[in-house]
């Protein structure tokens, strides 16, 4: 099929052309945000520049413009995850606000004393604090699935602490860590047989491989759209419409009632009734751009171009002396967290930004994955379509400089 050219999408990313330290930037910090392509920011000054208004209200011009744009980057992220109906996308600040909302909504009504919620130990810190939050109040457990040593989740030990207490399976669609991408589908089918609901946790997926929820059978899918080329403060929940329809809502204000009496409110139908006070309207037309950018690529080719770089970067690294890579289980997204034997994460990262290229060091939001390994922290290089193999190379030459200077 048609090759992805990361050329091609460089073009487009204009901070990807400056320079830090004296040095072009090397934005290997995908997995913390991602950076913009012009069309998204062409966007949010077109909308600023000519058509914002609040929405859903007003009979004016501005206000139907506003409007029809911010539906209709619900139908674009309905369409982008599979999901059936624009209906079960409900806009959120981004994962972490969605993984709340289905805690204490879905969680609030649907646990009790004993219930399980299980939980795989490479989990983001927004995909366990949550629960561990609203199984407090509602007495109920979250179980950590352990790792093996490659970061897959041990799905023998996942088979056996499935249960009829399970109520819910939380796991990531791709680790930010470990770059894990666990059988969803498989854990899901399994998950089902027992009345468990899976909410799955797309932040690190969606920018890197296609997504269908309805494939999946996911109940729940949350992700950000600042990690998929779209800006900060706006991301989304999907739910299934039977799920969405029984959850109570969560915050109360403007936009999310039909009629309010100080007797009695009624709520505006699902997905707004989700979604009170104003939005992020402009974050919704810029994630709209950036889906819209990312597919015109093609989602499979930039799957295969990423995986291509990341065999190519652990072939690389593997020439760094005392440098080892976490994880290593097969179908990754392209993330390689290191350490380098008797080196501070933190300086790694201190040196290589001297050379403009950003790693993040640390524990990544996931201390769990971590301590699995006996680690606190760690230097991560994540990647993303438009990071090349020469940027690989100058990663590598200036670890090997660093190895050789301490
Ligand atoms: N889950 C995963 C797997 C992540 O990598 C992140 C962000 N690092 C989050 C959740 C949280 O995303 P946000 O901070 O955008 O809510």
Known sequence: GAG??????????????????????VWFDNGATTQKPRQVIEALASYYGSANSNIHRGAHT????????????RATVARFLGAASPDSVVFTRGTTEAVNLVAQTWGRANLGPGDEILVPVLEHHSNIVPWQMIAKERRARVVPVPLRADGSIDQDAFADLLSFRTRLVAVSHASNVLGTVPPVRRM???AHRYGAKVLVDGAQAVAHFPVDVTESDADFYVFSGHKLYAPTGIGALYAKPDLLAGMA???GGGNMIDTVDFG???????????????????????????IDWLTSFGREAVAAYETGLLEYAQQALAA????????????????????????????????????????????????????????????????????TAEEVDRLVAALLRLRRDI
């Open 320 to 387: 760094v002396p005392g440098l080892a890579v976490l994880g290593s289980a097969p179908g990754r997204i392209a993330v390689l967290t290191f350490t380098l034997a008797g080196v501070d994460p933190a300086d790694i990262a201190r040196r290589l930004d001297q050379e403009g290229i950003a790693v993040r060091a640390g524990h990544h939001c996931a201390q769990p994955a971590l301590r699995a390994y006996g680690l606190e922290a760690a230097a991560r290089a994540s990647l993303a379509l438009y990071n």
């Open 264 to 290: 009695r409110v009624t709520f505006a139908p699902v997905p707004h009734c989700f979604e009170a006070g104003t939005g992020h309207i402009s974050g919704v037309v810029g994630l709209k751009a950036a």
């Open 4 to 25: 992805f050219d990361p050329e091609q999408a460089r073009r487009d990313v204009p901070i990807l052309h400056r320079t830090v330290n004296g040095h072009p930037l």
């Open 188 to 190: 899901t089918a399994l």
């Open 249 to 251: 809502p969560w915050q």
């Open 62 to 73: 501005l206000a139907r413009e506003a409007t029809e744009a911010y539906e209709e980057g």
